[in-house]
Nanobody, 122 residues
């Protein structure tokens, strides 16, 4: 499985960004795609995840009401739509994949893409 995350950048408080994660190498119908982030000096944390079947979608409490995960089946791409961004959302964002149901721990995901940096300024 190969994952390629993109779409990071710099925005001001209250702004929006959409991150993309393009997946290749497998048939993803039974896979979970996860989004994680790592702020400077902090551990990598769960942001949200989406099971490719479309039957399950989970967001961290910090993301609820502001972030959404969507997909484009034809492009094997999952998106993290981020709105009302705050300085505390500043981090390197990673997409990850695993076979099976959604889990929120990093060790549950064997495949990772390179991160994309999101910077939110006040």
């Amino acid at each position: 499985v190969q994952l390629q995350a993109s779409g990071g950048g710099s925005v001001q408080t209250g702004g929006s960004l959409t991150l993309s994660c393009a997946a290749s190498g497998r048939t993803f119908s039974m896979y979970t795609m996860g989004w994680f982030r790592q702020a400077p000096g902090k551990e990598r944390e769960f942001v949200g995840a989406f099971h490719w079947s479309g039957r399950c979608n989970q967001l961290a409490d910090s993301a609820k009401g502001r972030f959404a995960i969507t997909r484009d089946n034809g492009k094997n791409t999952v998106y993290l739509e981020m709105n009302s961004l705050q300085p505390e959302d500043t981090a390197v964002y990673y997409c990850a994949a695993r076979e099976g149901s959604i889990v929120t721990i990093t060790s549950g995901y064997p495949w990772w893409g390179k991160g994309t940096l999101v910077t939110v300024s006040s």
